[in-house]
């Protein structure tokens, strides 16, 4: 206790453990790190995340917590800075003993923080971070969420087999880490599938203005347009694709950037027809997952997305471990973490023996219509 | 494919042109690079956004209102930070640095008032629809776009070149202190030049953000980048340079993504530009001297 | 208690590389402003840097001495090319030229699939640590301050008080102007080189305009008088949003205010300190 309160003043703006102690479970709650975006432009993913935790954790808590005390979690802001996430790392490893982290949220974050985790062999869970080498970065670096490298070879089949989708035109985004291993990802899919690609051209996240690639496009006259892109780049395509006269039968396939129902928003009617697989959907129409959707809306007010999701999952996931392990020793939450076998919202889960899901039987391949992302009939 | 790409980029230019236009006429006569001028470019696309949703007000009288509110905010901003360094005669770099941590200043409060989220105008506010002649594809913002930089271009030219206050604009251009000798109101001309380059900037921003559906605080500094290569390609201060240059930085960044690669599309501007200041830093026309060190 | 500095270590050990590298960065700035120029370069010299020193130890085993002298050359080189034509023109031209060289240079990185590309380099092997970065800024430090001293450092105080009564009393301006360029790239590459050998990662798009301008804000804060101004202020601007977690939102609010509020009201830095005064304390 002393030294927590040392360790108050050193940093004592710094503390903003949330805890959500349940009544009857007197003991000190075993906390937990979590290293996401809650500030800043990107803060849309950290925050959904966060809400996705917390949710979980007050079901956790309800149903007794872990380790006969309630489970808490400090959270700790990037901003989506590198520099940052290293130092929530050092700062949650250092001063607040925490025996797992979750997070962080993006990619480049963890190539970043995670290394620091590793080298004090502290777990550290990301539930976001999609691109490929993740894990690779050290035995102690495990990842929730499914890469793209197994979400897209899924679309791109379902596209070829359902769609009858033999030659495409692939753009993506080659200023972003995410976006461009996306594309790396769907290269190889292509390839691997058979698909023709007759042309590759690139865009950078901020462009507005992509009529010179898209006229290029149109004139070899693919089946369809793959892209990798966030949001505000995918929507502008589609905008620009809409306005060039595009046949409507060339439809958008795209990667996890894409799937967010921000682009019929911004796109409109022109958004429509764009596919992308999901590692989880909002109408999956099991009870787990509609309790789930229900509760969320009813404590945040607003649909809960893919991250919020796969965050909630990861929650059970980890204190599952916490429970299997016995105590709030990293070590032994590490080997507990890689046996742990639960279906979520978004199916079953287990680790494969490199610290990736195991399963991905739970992808689904979804539409935009009107509007709104449904199941591909 | 050829004939639409050029119609791409011409298009693309006469964006450029727009925004430049405002940029440079600001350093023509104010003599500062005032880096706020992409703050304007976002705010004129809020301001008419929130016209248009809020006030409901039709697109046509929403895009003059953003410029004139966009005016006004440009007047007020030029006045709490270069009226102190202006009659402190302070170094022009002075008002460089103080224009860059404006900037940084506005855009992050801004996007602590609006977040990073992008957003686009009603479906409602403007006819998107298309026309097709011959396989070549326009869209009725595009066509907006070219008619108002063709409006604006003209009406700048007769302001500047046929009125008394243009003669006073060019005088305060041409030598701000001989010009106040001669009786010109320097501090009224400052204000009303602030006011069109940020009305300039702001239907820049409105139109753009019509065309592109892609509102959101940052659109100014992205574009301010590709503002600099226009505004030193045509010649700093050169309003007929810009438009000239962005037509041509347009065309050959389209060209360049149709049938060189896309991934260097962007470089293009830069590219230009550090050749410009290597060989011809008068600018492309070089209607300007340019200030010797 | 070994514990609990261990551990505090560990906490602080990535602020306090900044504080110095930060330091350091600042310092390059200085150079800069210290003739009256403004580059909005030095993030893209301390990228060069950093991926020059990146590559040549983690692809070819080059002893990190050998790739920190590198990582200082190129970037002044870079700086000489872009230099060379704009420090002829008026201030403003290097500004935007080194805005445009930014931009050039991540658009390069990113294109540049041996380099990583957007995914940027990883695994950097840790190889500096605290005696070199903060042996660096000493020597640095020390350098300009035997500069402030001599005739060269007087010579650039009459450019930055008036640069046409300068060029008339002799001093040769372009020779001077481009030197500090040149002078203040190496530093900046030599910061970016610590930065990578110590963070592990990096990616294309870490040396934009906003860290151009952050490093500016360093200097600024801390005044140009005296090379000891810029290194407080990158200090300050460093330590405070690590210990004021509040803070780290508003930290470009607050850049951008600094440099407003320097530049208008305070021409000298908040800390307008003179070299001669410090020498005198000595």
Known sequence: ?377 | MLVQQLLNGLLSGAVYALFALGFTLMFGVLGVINLTYGFYFSTGAFVALYATQYLHMPIFVALPFAAVITGIVAVIIDDLLLGPLRRAKAPELSSLMVTLGATLLLYSLMTACFTTDIRRFPPAVFNGGAFEIEGLRITLSQILIVVTVAIIVGGLAYLLQRTKLGLAIRAIAENGDAAQLMGVNAGGIVRIVSFISGALGGAAGVLIGLNYNAIQPYMGEMMMLKGFAVIILGGLGDIRGAVLAGFLLGILETLTAGYVASSIKDAVGFLLLVLTLWFRPVGLFGRVVAKRA | MMHTLDNFLFTYQSLIYALGVNSLLALSMYVVLAVGQLSLGQAAFMGVGAYSSALLTLKFGVPFPVALVVAAAAPSLLAFVIGAPTLRLSGVYLAIATIGLGEVLRIFFLNWDYAGGALGLNGIPELAGFIWIFGALTIALAGFVAICRSRVGRAMEAIRADEAAAGVMGVNLPAYKLGALVVSAAIAGVAGAFNAHVSSFIGPNEYGFDAAVTILSFALLGGIGSPFGPVIGALVLTALPEALRPLHDYRLVINGLIIVCVVIYLPGGLLPWRISRIGARK
């Open chain 1, 1 to 377: 206790m002393i030294a927590r309160r040392q360790f108050n003043l050193l940093t004592a703006a710094a503390f903003g453990a949330l805890s959500f102690a349940a009544p009857g479970l007197a003991a000190d709650p075993v906390t937990i790190g979590a290293v996401e975006i809650l500030t800043g432009p990107n803060n849309k993913y950290g925050l959904a995340i966060k809400n996705g935790f917390d949710l979980a954790l007050e079901e956790v808590n309800k149903a007794g917590g872990v380790l006969g005390a309630p489970l808490s979690i400090a959270y700790e802001d990037t901003a989506g800075n590198k520099d940052q996430a290293i130092n929530a790392v050092r700062n949650l490893i250092g001063t607040k003993n925490v025996p797992l982290i979750l997070g962080p949220t993006l990619s480049n974050e963890m190539f970043a923080a995670g290394p620091v985790a590793n080298q004090r062999k502290i777990p550290i869970v990301g539930t976001s971070t999609t691109a490929n080498g993740i894990t690779a970065i050290g035995p102690y670096v495990f990842r929730t969420s499914l890469p793209e490298a197994d979400v897209v070879p899924v679309t791109l089949k379902t596209a070829r087999d359902k769609l009858g989708v033999k030659k495409v035109a692939v753009m993506y985004g080659n200023d972003d880490a995410f976006t461009k291993s996306g594309y790396d990802v769907m290269k190889a899919a292509l390839e691997k599938l058979g698909i023709e690609t007759v042309a590759t051209e690139t865009f950078g996240g901020k462009d507005t203005d992509f009529s010179a690639q898209l006229t290029k496009i149109k004139a070899l006259n693919p089946d369809a347009i793959v892209v990798s892109a966030l949001v505000e780049a995918g929507s502008g395509i589609l905008l620009a694709k809409k306005a060039l006269g595009f046949p409507a039968k060339v439809r958008v396939i795209g990667g996890n950037g894409l799937n967010a129902p921000k682009i019929g928003e911004i796109a409109g009617d022109a958004a429509d027809g764009t596919i992308v697989g999901s590692p989880w959907f909002i109408g999956k129409p099991d009870p787990a997952n509609q309790r789930f959707v229900t509760t969320y809306k009813a404590k945040y007010g607003a649909d809960p997305d893919q991250f919020a999701a796969q965050a909630y999952d990861t929650l059970f996931i980890v204190a599952d471990a916490i429970k299997a392990a016995g105590a709030a020793d990293p070590e032994k939450i590490k080997d507990a973490l890689g046996k742990v076998k639960r279906t979520g919202v978004l199916g079953s889960f287990a680790f494969t023996a490199d610290r990736d899901p195991a399963d991905t039987t739970g992808v689904v391949v979804i539409e935009m219509k009107d509007g709104r992302f449904g199941l591909l009939p």
